[in-house]
């Protein structure tokens, strides 16, 4: 059974930073994509930041726009865990984070939620301003 626990979320100011982690169990996880969406109320889950193999211990990320130079995603296959840092908090980053995964080597991030196979249950980041 496929599992991807999230941790990590809670209440910070402007300005600070978290780290959220994800835990995955149930497979191996080394060179499938992973990503991170967040859902804020009233809003659809969004693309975040994503990470794929490539070959070797090459993997590459893609971000979105809004957190280019503030978030960095990274993984530590060893614990089967993915990581996103976020410096530089918004209010407009306050929304519910999830981990997904996608079985399987992509020759690209993958951006789109439709696209993935696997969930986790979300933790909350709320900033306030």
């Known amino acids: 059974q496929v599992q991807l626990v999230e941790s990590g979320g809670g209440l910070v100011q402007a300005g600070d930073s978290l780290r959220l982690s994800c835990v995955a169990s149930?497979?191996?996880?080394?060179?499938?994509?992973m990503g991170w969406f967040r859902q804020a109320p009233g809003k659809e889950r969004e693309f975040v930041a994503g990470i794929r193999w490539s070959s070797g211990s090459i993997y590459y990320a893609e971000y979105a726009d809004s957190v280019k130079g503030r978030f960095t995603v990274s993984r530590d296959n060893g614990k089967n865990t993915v990581y996103l840092q976020m410096k530089s908090l918004k209010p407009e980053d306050t929304a519910v984070y999830y981990c997904?995964?996608?079985?399987?080597?992509?020759?690209?991030?993958?951006?789109?939620?439709?696209?993935?196979?696997?969930w986790g249950q979300g933790t909350q980041v709320t900033v306030s301003s």
């Open positions: 149930g497979r191996t996880f080394s060179r499938d994509a």
């Open positions: 997904a995964a996608r079985a399987g080597y992509t020759v690209v991030v993958v951006t789109s939620s439709i696209d993935y196979d696997y």
